[in-house]
């Protein structure tokens, strides 16, 4: 339960030796709590945020993953925020208030694992959000990836690409973002710089020579400079 922040699934428990019976009475003691259906909460465990993802792929079972809003929370793309847990899956769960089923197949690339939870990768959470976000969440998670360095800008053009053949929701508008991006997206080192370069886009406005040297001083430099 160490493993999957106090979580453990019903098959579990069976293979390590309980009977339905001792599950039963690990309940009345208040030693296991239902979680989701064939989930179970060690209560001895802290309660934490990474139980509701990992909870909702347990549930959903082998071949989930969480995706979407979900997985940029945990590639920490964007700052956590009170939202529905997305996953992804090939399988046909009873649907659940507080989890969003998108069903498709996933690649081995398109999968990474987290502290311990199947999630998508940083190139296709990106795709995702641009199927289901507004466009502002999208960009921000996008100049975050780049900043922070979990991708490429060349990797997310040959993804996007990739993404496209395959006809994954999100790849036309993927593209476009990438399209009014240059190789110089990739200097910004704050999100106030990313911001900056979103605003001067949407205006069509010159954004300037980046990280440009102060004029006059032996050391410093100016994010933008005209």
Known sequence: SRRQFGLVV???????????SAITRARERGELAPYLPNVWRV??????????????????????????ITSAFLHELLPRAAAEVEITTTRWPTKRS??????????????VNIR???????YRTLI?????QPLFVVESALDTAIRLERVTIDRLRDYGEAASSRSVKGSALFKRLLSVRGDEE??????AESRFCRLMRRGRLPIGQRQASRPGTRC???DFHY
Do not use: M, N
Request: proline residues 4%; aromatic residues 4%; hydrophobic residues 35%.
């Open 98 to 111: 507080g989890i969003v089923i998108h069903h498709s197949s996933l690649e081995s690339t398109d999968t």
């Open 43 to 68: 209560t001895a465990a802290p309660r934490c945020w990474e139980q509701r993802p990992l909870g909702a792929v347990l549930w959903a079972g082998e071949g989930t993953v969480t995706s979407h």
């Open 220 to 222: 410093g430099r100016l």
């Open 10 to 20: 019903r098959q579990q428990l069976l293979k390590i030796g309980f009977s339905s």
């Open 128 to 132: 995702d959000l641009s199927a289901t």
């Open 186 to 191: 990739a200097l910004s080192e704050s999100e």
């Open 116 to 122: 311990g939870i199947p999630c998508t990768s940083a």
